[in-house]
Every structure is written in C-alpha cells, then in structure tokens.
C-alpha cells in the first residue's frame, strides 16, 4: 500500500512539473490538452464562484490566455488545479471591479478570520439560476433556490472542497484566507444546505 | 475548531465531529469517539445521513459549457501565443540597444575622468571643458538612451487578447 501511495505520489509529481516544464516554454499543445482536461472544472468553479453564467465564458478565455502568458510563475511542486483555480478567482474579482458590482461591505463571515478586500460579491442578475437549470436530480432542485441565494465565499468554499476536492490548505491558498477562515466557510454552508433540505431542524 | 467530548450535550459535539469528519478534520480520536456513539444514536445517524445526502447534492448539478467555447479559447490561445513570439525578437532588439547604449555611457564617463586632459590639448580646450564636452555630447546622450528604452518597453501594451483588449 504504501509502495503503491509513493509511485502515485510520483507519478503526481512528475505530471505538475510537466506542466511547469510546458507552461514555461509556452507549449501550445500542453495547453490544449489543459484547457480539454479541465474546462468543465474551471467553468464549473466560475458559476459557482459568481452564481451565474453572465461572464463566465469570457472568463473562462482570460483565465487561459493568463496561464499562457504567466505560465512560467508555476512552479510544479503543488497540483495545477488550485493554481488555475486561484488564477480564475483573481481574475473574476478583478472583473467584478471593473463592473462595480463589487462591494467591500458585502462579503463578511463572522469566522474570525482575517478578511481580505477581495472576495467576490454575487452580481444581481435576473436571469434565471445556473443552478435551477443545470439540477439533475430532485435533491439538487432542492438545494438549487439556496445555492444561488448563498453567499459566494460558502458557495466557493464548497465546491472547492467537495467537488474538487481540494484540500483545506489547497482551498486557503486558493481563497487567501486562513485554515481556519476555510473550514469555517465550508460548516456554514454545509449547516444552511442541511437545513435547507431537512427543514430548519438544525439551522442556527 | 475542537469538538469538546465532553460538553453537556454529547450529541452536539457529535455533529461537529461529524461536520469535521465530512470536511476531513477529525482527529484518529474524534473519529473513534463517533464510531463508539453513531451506533446507538439514530439522532446523530440521521444528521450524518442528511449531511452526507447534502454534499451527495452539490455532484447533481450538470453545467453544460457553451459547445464554441473551448475552439474560441484554443484559437486565442494560438493566436496569442503567436503574438507572444512575434514580440520576443523585437523586445530582445530593444534590450539590446539599451545595453549597448549604457555600455557607451561607462566608456564616456571613463573617458571623460581619464582623457579629459589629452582630449583638451589635443583640441585645444581646458580639461575641464572637454569633460563638459563629453558630458554634454556623448555621456548625458547615451544615458538617456539606455534609460528611455527599458521605459518605453515598460510603457508599450504588452500584448492584445483576440478581443482586442489589452492584457
């Protein structure tokens, strides 16, 4: 077991520096071959991380054309998804900026931890939820309505961790919030999706 | 956050070793205390069941991404890429000029401190004169060219995505 954990481990490994290697020499076929592999992932994160579809294809290219142009600040020793996520977090804040639908009194968790002036506020849109559209079975339906009203960074923090499966120290570098400020995130909006489906037999 | 095991309502600390269970920050001994209590407590059981059913439902959700979205981006990637080489042997022309320019403002101010006086006799000026000279026609020139090129090349829009707008 543990042989077999070392050669995973390696084989890892020497896939993120392949990455590292192709991204730093501009290598057009890696990043054909990175967009195919993760595109359903980083537009997945994008809905989740804005609660809606509006901008997230445009997103989806700068992201890209980001990691061609900096590829190089990759450095193969952590996996490529939180990097790439990170990279489309940056970007989308940076778009909610420039659109001024961002707010920093929006966003504020009572966590504890350090809030940085950066967290994404959901933009008011009245088109109908990415989420109602996209459920495909009935416990999603049900969740769809709270998923969308939820806040972006319990949002984020969720599919960060279940979806993705990022770990909480891949999710904090990701976010640039504490460990604490991570796991925080993801029990209020595990408690709201809870309480959401059962009722409100444990919210609060 | 530290489930206290021995806080008055023990089912209370259960549900946050399961929520940390789920996040996967149970300690070896949190997760033997649970399994110790979950068996004989269908409350928690069914706070375990309904947390879990909550993760299962985040995996319901089918996005689907516009289908001309991943040819767009593969072609803006090509076409920047593209762009991105064409930029290379110009940038490299301007760094160049700009070493060779500050390479010049050395060798003016060498020759300015050590040749002032022969340049002077030999055209028939103070030494102090022909060191302004220098200054004024080879030293000050060469550095502001050697300045102004890594400025320009600081200044000039590094690149335009396929939409035309700067990155």
Redesign the interface.
Same mark, same amino acid.
């Given at each position: 077991m543990l042989e077999y954990d070392g050669t995973f481990a390696e084989a890892v490994t020497t896939d993120t520096q392949r990455i590292a290697r192709g991204l730093r020499q501009r290598d057009l076929a890696l990043l054909h071959d990175l967009v195919d592999q993760y595109q359903f992932r980083l537009v997945r994160y994008l809905i989740y991380l804005l609660g809606s579809r509006d901008s997230v294809d445009d997103l989806v290219q700068e992201t890209w054309l980001h990691v061609l142009e900096r590829g190089s600040s990759y450095n193969g020793r952590s996996r490529f998804e939180p990097w790439l996520f990170a990279i489309a977090r940056n970007l989308t804040i940076d778009h909610l900026r420039k659109r001024r639908i961002y707010s920093l009194d929006s966003n504020t968790d009572s966590s504890g931890g350090s809030e940085r002036d950066s967290e994404p506020a959901m933009p008011v849109s009245t088109a109908p939820s990415p989420f109602e559209s996209a459920a495909r079975t009935e416990q999603a339906h049900r969740i769809a309505h709270t998923l969308q009203s939820l806040e972006s960074i319990y949002r984020e923090a969720l599919v960060l961790r279940f979806q993705e499966e990022l770990s909480l120290q891949e999710i904090s570098a990701v976010m640039g919030v504490p460990l604490t400020t991570v796991s925080s995130r993801i029990y209020r909006g595990l408690a709201i999706l809870r309480a959401q489906m059962e009722g409100d037999e444990y919210a609060g | 956050?530290q489930a206290d095991l021995h806080q008055s309502d023990p089912h209370q600390a259960m549900?946050q070793i399961i929520?940390k269970s789920?996040?996967?920050?149970a300690s070896p001994q949190e997760q033997q205390a649970l399994r110790k209590h979950l068996p004989a407590c269908p409350a928690c059981q069914k706070?375990a069941s309904?947390?879990r !059913?909550?993760?299962?439902?985040?995996?319901?959700?089918?996005?689907?991404?516009?289908p001309g979205?991943?040819a !767009?981006?593969?072609a803006?990637?090509?076409l !920047?890429?593209q762009q991105?080489q064409a930029a290379q042997p110009r940038r490299r022309r301007i760094v160049e000029a700009s070493i060779v320019a500050f390479l010049l403002t050395l060798a003016g101010s060498f020759g300015a401190w050590n040749i002032g006086s022969p340049l002077g006799a030999l055209l028939h000026l103070e030494p102090a004169e022909a060191q302004t000279g220098v200054l004024a026609l080879w030293i000050l020139p060469s550095l502001c060219f050697s300045l102004l090129l890594p400025v320009l090349l600081l200044l000039r829009p !590094?690149?335009t995505?396929?939409k035309g707008g700067v990155?």
């Open positions: - | 956050m549900r929520d789920l996040v996967g920050e706070y309904d947390s !059913r909550a993760i299962a439902a985040l995996g319901g959700f089918s996005f689907t991404a516009d979205l991943q !767009r981006v593969h803006s990637l090509a !920047r890429a991105l !590094r690149s995505n396929a990155l």
